[in-house]
C-alpha cells in the first residue's frame, strides 16, 4: 500500500474542486483511504491521517469514525502523536462514557509526564472537555500542577482549575490552599488565570467571597506596577501594559468591593489613578476605563470619598475625580472620540460610552445638570448613532427611554415619532415599554418628549398595561381609572405644551376602546374638552365627540392598534419629512411626487379622515419611499394636531358610485376590481408561498348566514420530495370566530402533483377587515419544518356591501404601511385612492 | 468565556473552527453559515459587536470580530468576557499568527494554499511547520485560549512555546516521520565544517581560507 498523501496534498486537491459535489467526491476518496489505513493499524500515519480528518472535520464532513484513532495517538510515546491526538480529541470525542474512561488514564499518565508540553497538553484537554467524573478523577493532580514553580503549566493548571470547579462546585475547597501563593507570581499569564480563578471562585461561593477580600490590597498593589511601570515590550499592547490583566482584576475588583466598605476604600485610590492614568485614544485605554467606570459604580464609592477628606492635598485632588462628574467627562471623552474617528475601537467606544453613560446619568442627576451642555452634544445624533451600535431592540428602547427621562428637552422633535415607531415595531416588547413609560410619567410632567411617547403607548397599549402581563419587569397593579387618572393630569397640568395635550386627548380617546368600564368616564373628558381654550384641542375633542354619537360602529375600527410595520428604515431621523411640533409648508397645488409610493400622502389622507374636511394632506416636498417616514407620519397623524392645510375640494358625493377601480390596498394588486357586482364570486388570494410550499384561498359566502365567510385552503408543493405531517393552523382576531374543518391529506405530494384541501368558516358579525394569521408545520427532506405568516390580503369583499364607506376607512387606517411596502405599486391606485377617500370623507362626515 | 472562534474567509469557507461548547457536528456547521451571514452584510464601518443567532444563544452571547482582508475571525462571547477586552485579544491572535508565519501576507497564504505551495518547495524548517498548517493553528490557538478562557496574550510567550514544541515535534522526525527524518539527518550535517564558497573558478584564493573552518 503507497503512502498516504499528505495534509498539504489533500488540502491542495480540495481547492481545486470546482462544484461542492466534486469536493465531496474527493473527501469520500480520501475519507476511504484512511478508513482502510486504520484498518490496517498503521502506526506511522496514523497521525497524518488524523490531521487530515481534522481537515474535513471542518469543512463540514463526518469524521467521527477517528474517535478511537486519537486515543490511539494518545497513547503513542510520542510528542507528534500525542499533540494531533489530543487535538483530535477535543475536536472530534463527544460524551461517550467509555472513551472517557480511556482518557483518564492516559491524561493522568500525561499529567506526571516528564515533558511539560505533554502535561501541557493533558491539562489543556481535561480543562476543555473534561466531564464531571474525569475532574473528580483528576482534580488531585490538577491541584499539585497548580502549586508547582513552572509557570507554562501553573497558568494552565488554574484554568484547568476553573473548569474542574464549574463541573464540580464541590471540589472547589480543595484548590483554596493553592491560591494562597497565586498572586505573588511574576509571570503574567499565571497572574492572569489567576485572577479569572480567584473570580470564579468567589462568584461561586460568599464565603470565598469574603476570604479573598482581604486580598484586595494585593491587586491593588499589582494593578498599581501595572500602570506606573512604563514601557514593557513583553507585554504592551498599543501603550499599554498588559489592558487583559488589568481588565481582569478590574472585574474582580468590582466583585471584590461590591457591598463592602473596606475593600471598596482601599480599591478608590487605584481606581482613580487607573481612571485618570489611562490613555484612551486607543480601543485598549477604553476597555479598561470602561472596567473602570464599571467597577466605580459597582462598589461603594461615596463612603470612601466621605472619609477621604482627612488625606493629603492630591489625594483629595484625585479621590474627588472619582466623582460621577468624572465618570461623566469619561463618557462624553470617549463619545467624542468614537464620533470623531471611524476606526474599530472608537465605534466600539461609542457604544461603551453610551453604555455607560446612561448607567451615570441613572445614578446622579446632579452629575448630569452640570454636564448638561456634553450631553446635549451626545445626544445631538444619538438615535442614529444608537441605532446603529445597538445589540436588540430592547437596549434600543431601553436607551432613548433613559436618554428622554433625564435630558429629554434637549432631544431632537423627531425623537418621539421615531421612538413611536420603534415601539410599534417591537410587538413583543408593548407590554415591558408601556409600563416602563407608565412608571417613568408618573408625577413628572417636565420631559415633554417622554411625556408625549407615554400617552401615545398607553393609548395603544393602554389594555397590556391595566392586564399587567409583563414577563420582564415587576407586574404593576394599575385599574383603568388610574390611566386615566395620570392622563387627564397631563392634560390639566401646566406644563404640558399643546402637542402633549393633543397626544394625551387622543390617547384617551384610543382607550376607549381598549378600556370596558370606563368608557362614559372617557366620554366625559372628551365632550368636557369640546370646549378647550385651545382650538386645536377643541376640534380634536369635538371630532372625537362626533366619533361617539353619530360614528359609535366605526370607532373601534378606527381606533384599532397600529399595524407592525415590518421594515425599518436603516437610514437617520433625516428621513422623516415631518416632525413633531413643526409644520411643513403645505403646497397649495396637491401635485402628486414624481414616483414611488406615497405613504406619507396616505396618512395624511388618513388624517384628513380623522379631522374633517377643513384639513388637507401635507404633501412632502421631499418624496420618500421609506416606509419609516410613514411610519412618522401616521404617530403624527394621531398625536400631533399642529398640522394645516389648504381647504379641502368641495364634497361630491354623487361621484361616490362611479367608484369602480380602487386598487387593491391590501395586495397592492390593483387589477382586481373592489367594487364589482358583476363578479360572480370572491377572487381567490394566494395566502402563502415559502420554499415551494403555495396556500391559495377560495372564498364563498354562506347561503344560509351571509356573516359567514366559507375559505377553501388548497396547499401545494412544487418542490421534488413530499411534505409529511402537515398542520395547517389559523388564528383570527377575537372579533371574528373561526371553524377548522379536517383536511383532506397530511401530505402535500411533490411536484405539484396534488393538494391538500381544508375548509375554514369564518363568523364576521361586526362586518370587519379579515386578518388571519397562519401556522404551518411540516416535515420536509427530513426536518421539521414550522412557519408562522400573517394573511393581510384577503379581499373586502367579505364584508357586507352596505359597510363600504366603513370599509374604506378601514382599509386606510390599516394597510398602508404594508403599501408603503410594496416596492412597485401602482401610482395611478394611489392617486386613484386619495380622490375616492377624500370623497368618502366628504359624504361620511357631512 | 468564549463559547467559539470562528475563522472563514470572505465566501464563508471555515479556515478555524473551534467551540469550547459542546454542539453537534452539523449545529456547529450551521453556526458556522449564520454567523457568517450576520457577520457579512455588516458594513466595515459599523460595530464589532453584534448579538449571536439563534443557533449558539442569541441575545445572550455576542459575536466580537474582526475583519481582516480575505478573513473573518469571530469571538462568540458570554457577558463574563470585556468586549472591548476581546477585540484586542483578536489582534493578538492574529499578530501572534503573524509571528509564526513570518509575515501578514503570510497568514494570508496559510489558507490559500495554492499560493503557498511555491513557498513550500523551498525545505526550511518553516516548511516544515507549515505542512501541518491546518493543525498548527489549533496548536497555536491553544496556546492563546484554553476550555473558553484567555491563557496567555504575551506574544513573545506564545510563539517562543510554540516554537519549542516545534522542536520537539522536529526531533521525533514531525508528521512526515521516517522520510522527514532522513532529510533532517542531512540538514543537521555539521554545516560550519563545509566549506560555504567554493568556487572552481577562483580555487587559489578560496582554498587557503579552509584552514580556519576546520
Known amino acids: ?846 | 468565556m468564549i463559547q467559539a472562534i470562528l475563522v472563514f474567509n470572505n465566501h464563508g469557507k471555515p479556515r478555524l473552527v473551534r467551540f469550547y461548547q459542546r454542539f453537534p457536528e452539523e449545529i456547529q456547521q450551521q453556526i458556522v453559515r449564520e454567523t457568517f451571514h450576520l457577520v457579512l452584510k455588516r458594513d466595515d464601518n459599523i460595530c464589532n459587536f453584534l448579538e449571536g443567532g439563534s443557533l449558539i444563544g442569541g441575545a445572550d452571547y455576542k459575536l466580537i470580530y474582526r475583519h481582516y482582508a480575505t478573513l473573518y475571525f469571530v469571538f462568540c462571547v458570554d457577558s463574563s468576557e470585556s468586549e472591548l477586552g476581546i477585540l484586542d485579544l483578536i489582534q493578538v491572535f492574529v499578530e501572534t499568527l503573524d509571528k509564526c508565519f513570518e509575515n501578514v501576507c503570510e497568514l494570508d497564504l496559510i489558507f490559500h494554499m495554492d499560493k503557498v505551495c511555491p513557498l513550500l518547495e523551498q525545505g526550511s524548517w518553516k516548511t516544515e511547520f507549515r505542512t501541518c498548517q491546518a493543525t498548527c493553528v489549533h496548536y497555536i490557538l491553544q496556546e492563546v485560549v484554553m476550555g473558553g478562557m484567555v491563557l496567555e496574550t504575551n506574544m513573545n510567550e506564545i510563539v517562543a512555546q510554540i516554537e519549542a514544541q516545534n522542536r520537539l515535534e522536529k526531533s521525533e522526525g514531525g508528521l512526515s516521520a521516517a522520510p522527514a527524518r532522513a532529510v533532517s539527518a542531512v540538514k543537521n550535517i555539521n554545516l560550519p565544517e563545509i566549506p560555504r564558497n567554493i568556487n572552481i573558478g577562483d580555487l587559489n584564493i578560496k582554498v587557503p581560507n579552509l584552514s580556519q573552518f576546520v
Open chain 1, 1 to 846: 500500500m503507497p503512502a498516504p498523501i499528505r495534509l498539504r496534498e489533500l488540502i491542495r486537491t480540495i481547492r481545486t474542486a470546482r462544484t461542492q459535489a466534486e469536493e465531496r467526491e474527493m473527501i469520500q476518496k480520501e475519507c476511504a483511504a484512511i478508513r482502510s489505513s486504520f484498518r490496517e493499524e498503521d502506526n506511522t500515519y496514523r497521525c497524518r491521517n488524523v490531521a487530515k480528518l481534522l481537515y474535513m472535520h471542518m469543512l463540514g464532513y463526518p469524521a467521527h469514525f477517528g474517535q478511537l484513532e486519537c486515543l490511539k495517538l494518545i497513547a503513542s510515546q510520542k510528542f507528534t502523536d500525542k499533540r494531533i491526538g489530543y487535538l483530535g480529541a477535543m475536536l472530534l470525542l463527544d460524551e461517550r462514557q467509555d472513551v472517557h474512561l480511556l482518557m483518564t488514564n492516559c491524561i493522568k499518565n500525561d499529567l506526571n509526564h516528564s515533558t511539560q508540553f505533554v502535561q501541557g497538553l493533558a491539562l489543556c484537554t481535561l480543562g476543555c472537555m473534561g466531564s464531571s467524573e474525569m475532574c473528580r478523577d483528576l482534580a488531585g493532580e490538577v491541584e499539585k500542577l497548580l502549586k508547582t514553580s513552572n509557570s507554562y503549566l501553573r497558568k494552565k493548571a488554574a484554568l484547568c482549575a476553573v473548569h474542574v470547579i464549574r463541573k464540580v462546585p464541590e471540589l472547589m475547597e480543595m484548590f483554596l490552599p493553592a491560591t494562597k501563593n497565586l498572586l505573588n507570581e511574576k509571570n503574567h499569564g499565571v497572574l492572569h488565570t489567576s485572577v479569572v480563578l480567584l473570580t470564579e471562585m468567589c462568584e461561586r461561593s460568599p464565603d470565598m467571597l469574603a476570604h479573598f477580600r482581604k486580598l484586595v490590597p494585593q491587586l491593588v498593589r499589582i494593578l498599581k506596577n501595572l500602570i506606573m511601570s512604563g514601557y514593557s515590550p513583553e507585554h504592551d499592547v498599543s501603550g499599554i501594559s498588559d489592558p487583559f490583566l488589568q481588565v481582569r482584576i478590574l472585574r474582580l475588583l468590582r466583585i471584590l468591593g461590591r457591598n463592602d466598605d473596606d475593600s471598596s476604600e482601599a480599591m478608590n485610590d487605584i481606581l482613580a489613578q487607573v481612571a485618570t492614568n489611562t490613555e484612551t485614544s486607543k480601543n485598549v485605554g477604553n476597555a479598561i476605563l470602561y472596567e473602570t467606570v464599571l467597577t466605580i459604580m459597582d462598589i461603594k464609592s461615596e463612603s470612601g470619598l466621605r472619609s477621604s477628606a482627612c488625606g493629603s492635598q492630591n489625594q483629595k485632588r484625585m479621590l474627588a475625580s472619582l466623582e460621577l462628574e468624572l465618570q461623566m467627562v469619561v463618557s462624553s471623552l470617549m463619545w467624542e472620540l468614537g464620533t470623531k474617528f471611524g476606526s474599530i475601537g472608537n465605534q466600539a467606544s461609542i457604544y461603551v460610552a453610551l453604555t455607560s453613560l446612561l448607567k451615570t446619568v441613572q445614578t446622579d442627576h446632579n452629575a448630569v445638570q452640570r454636564h448638561r451642555s456634553t450631553i446635549v452634544d451626545c445626544l445631538k445624533d444619538l438615535d442614529v448613532s444608537i441605532k446603529r451600535y445597538a445589540p436588540s431592540k430592547r437596549w434600543h428602547i431601553d436607551t432613548i427611554m433613559r436618554v428622554l427621562t433625564t435630558a429629554g428637552s434637549y432631544v431632537r422633535d423627531d425623537a418621539v415619532p421615531n421612538l413611536i415607531q420603534l415601539i410599534t415595531n417591537s410587538v413583543e416588547m408593548h407590554a415591558y415599554t408601556v409600563q416602563r413609560l407608565y412608571k417613568a410619567i408618573l408625577g413628572d410632567y417636565s420631559q415633554q418628549p417622554l411625556v408625549q411617547v407615554a400617552a401615545w403607548c398607553i393609548g395603544e397599549y393602554g389594555d397590556l398595561l391595566v392586564s399587567g402581563q409583563c414577563e420582564e419587569e415587576e407586574p404593576i397593579q394599575v385599574t383603568e381609572d388610574e390611566v386615566l387618572d395620570i392622563l387627564e393630569s397631563v392634560l390639566i397640568s401646566n406644563m404640558s405644551t399643546s402637542v402633549t395635550r393633543g397626544y394625551a386627548l387622543t390617547a384617551i380617546m384610543k382607550l376607549s376602546t381598549r378600556f370596558t368600564c370606563t368608557v362614559n368616564r372617557i366620554k366625559k373628558v372628551v365632550s368636557i374638552y369640546g370646549s378647550s381654550i385651545d382650538v386645536e384641542l377643541q376640534q380634536r375633542a369635538v371630532e372625537y365627540n362626533a366619533l361617539f354619537k353619530k360614528y359609535d360602529h366605526m370607532r373601534s375600527a378606527l381606533l384599532e392598534r397600529m399595524p407592525v410595520m415590518e421594515k425599518v428604515t436603516t437610514n437617520g431621523p433625516s428621513e422623516i419629512v415631518q416632525t413633531n411640533g413643526e409644520t411643513e409648508p403645505a403646497p397649495l397645488e396637491t401635485k402628486p411626487p414624481p414616483s414611488g409610493p406615497q405613504p406619507t400622502s396616505q396618512a395624511n389622507d388618513l388624517l384628513d379622515l380623522l379631522g374633517g374636511n377643513d384639513i388637507t394632506p401635507v404633501i412632502p416636498t421631499v418624496p420618500t419611499s421609506k416606509p419609516a417616514s410613514a411610519g412618522g407620519e401616521l404617530l403624527d397623524l394621531l398625536g400631533d394636531i399642529t398640522l394645516t392645510g389648504a381647504p379641502a375640494a368641495a364634497p361630491t358625493p354623487a361621484s361616490v358610485p362611479q367608484i369602480s377601480q380602487p386598487p387593491f390596498l391590501l395586495d397592492g394588486l390593483s387589477s382586481q376590481p373592489l367594487f364589482n357586482d358583476i363578479t360572480p364570486g370572491i377572487p381567490s388570494i394566494t395566502a402563502y408561498s415559502k420554499n415551494g410550499l403555495k396556500i391559495e384561498f377560495t372564498f364563498e359566502r354562506s347561503n344560509t348566514n351571509p356573516s359567514v365567510t366559507v375559505i377553501t385552503i388548497q396547499a401545494s408543493n412544487s418542490t421534488e420530495l413530499d411534505m409529511t405531517d402537515f398542520v395547517f393552523q389559523a388564528a383570527v382576531p377575537k372579533t371574528f370566530q373561526l371553524q377548522l374543518l379536517s383536511p383532506s391529506s397530511s401530505v402535500v405530494p411533490a411536484f405539484n402533483t396534488g393538494t391538500i384541501t381544508q375548509v375554514i368558516k369564518v363568523l364576521n358579525p361586526q362586518k370587519q377587515q379579515l386578518r388571519m394569521r397562519i401556522k404551518l408545520t411540516y416535515n420536509h427532506k427530513g426536518s421539521a419544518m414550522q412557519d408562522l405568516a400573517e394573511v393581510n390580503n384577503f379581499p373586502p369583499h367579505l364584508k357586507e356591501k352596505s359597510l363600504r364607506f366603513c370599509e374604506f376607512l378601514h382599509i386606510s387606517v390599516i394597510p398602508f404601511p404594508h403599501v408603503a411596502l410594496q416596492e412597485e405599486t401602482d401610482l395611478g391606485g394611489f392617486d386613484n385612492l386619495r380622490a375616492i377617500v377624500k370623497q368618502v370623507i366628504s359624504v361620511a362626515f357631512e
